[in-house]
């Protein structure tokens, strides 16, 4: 299907880029950070920073292949909140098979397996040379196969994971990485949920600290309602696909509140809206909103869009999330007719496996999240077991969750 892409080489102009930091700079200082050559690979250099992480490409020294490796940092610094996301994304990452959601190609060994002394981990990940929120930075040109492509791709990826039962949550251009053949891949798991394991919504004061992520998050996450699904992310791409068109993001609030105002004052304000949030309750009713309007004119906010991506929008940013379309429905849309061929969609993009919910268990103690990391750790790693009985005098004496410590021979695999 890239073939029908004519110039997909070009999304590589942006994404050329030194092979390594330069000597005496602040890159090269955190590439000598990421300890990782003593279990075969070799930093490159710095290619992305996050409030979880830093991002470098490497090479895995015994086969030549260039990797990506994530570097997840005070996994247990504040309980297990962060130790509990970094366990989440490994966790989702071997259980998709999508060419479209980036994979999980070893988890390497930290330094030390006390809770209280594991201060990083490493995650390495299929080598991407970009991702969205570069492409829309950059001066490479976008027409209207390009943004169907990458649509499609993402809307593929959407279908397998929630027919997993999963959602992203955290659906962003930068979380959406590509290569310079306009292949796309979705990363970064860490907020993902499986559906029924009973989410809860961030209160209005702890959405403060999503400030990266807030100018994609559906108007239901801003309001505080106590559930929500699927339709989460299916906002998240209307915004980024108006985003890949026009260069600039749509709703683009500095605080989360602000967020949550520059949507009502674009929608205006429905009959049925939950303020069951206080927070959020006082803020909207200190406000003069406009009523409800029932139709959009999305071609003034996409100006220059073809019809067919306009009306496609339309249907993905609707205040109603009953009302969205879902990932299926939307690549049926005739913005993605070009592509779309339903007997591959059938084949790949629906999930086998589903997301296993007594997982969750199992991530409530820093203890009990300690023996996940390593089961995760054996799955790619075999031989650590001898070396961790022999090295860790906590592990002789400690009991391994039975339901987080078994795992199949059949399932190891080799690192790369």
Known sequence: MSARVSKGNRISEMATAREEPEAGSSELLLVKEFDVSAQGYRVRRIVGHGSFGTVASAVHEPTEKKVAIKKLTGIFD???????????????????????????????????????????????????????????????????????????????????????????????????????????????????????????????????????TRWYRAPEILLCHKTYDY??????????????????????????????????????????????????????????????????????????????????????????????????EALRHPFFKKFYVESFVRQTSIAITKFDYEFEKLTRTKDSIADLIFREVLYFRPGVLQEKFKTEKRLKKKKFHRRAFTFSEGRRRSII
Not at 135 to 143: E, F, H, M, P, Q
Not at 278 to 303: G, H, N, Q
């Open 78 to 212: 504040h309980g297990v909140r962060d130790s509990r996301r970094a366990v989440r994304e490994i966790h989702f990452l071997k259980l998709f098979d999508h060419v479209n959601i980036i994979k999980l190609l070893d988890v390497l060994e930290p330094p030390s397996w006390d809770p209280d002394e594991m201060r990083e981990l490493y995650l390495v990940l299929e080598y991407m040379q970009s991702d969205l929120a570069r492409v829309c930075r950059s001066t490479t040109t976008l027409g209207k196969d390009h943004v169907g492509y990458i649509g499609y791709q993402i809307l593929c990826g959407l279908q397998y994971m929630h027919s997993a039962n999963v959602f992203h949550r955290d659906l962003k251009p930068s979380n959406i990485l590509v290569n310079s053949s306009c292949k796309i891949k979705i990363a970064d798991f860490g907020l993902a949920r499986g559906l029924h394991e009973g989410v809860e919504t961030p209160s209005a004061e702890q959405l403060t600290e999503y400030v990266v």
């Open 231 to 328: 339709a989460v992310d299916m906002w998240s791409l209307g915004c980024i696909l108006v985003e890949l068109f026009t260069r600039k993001a749509l709703f683009k609030g500095s605080n989360h509140l602000e967020q949550l105002d520059l949507i009502l004052n674009t929608f205006g304000i429905p009959e049925s809206i939950d303020l069951s949030d206080p927070d959020v309750k006082a803020f909207v009713t200190s406000r003069a909103y406009p009523p409800e309007k029932k139709c959009l004119d999305w071609s003034m906010y996409i100006p220059g869009a073809p019809e067919e991506l306009v009306d496609l929008v339309s249907k993905l940013l609707v205040f109603d999330p009953s009302a969205r379309l879902t990932a299926s």
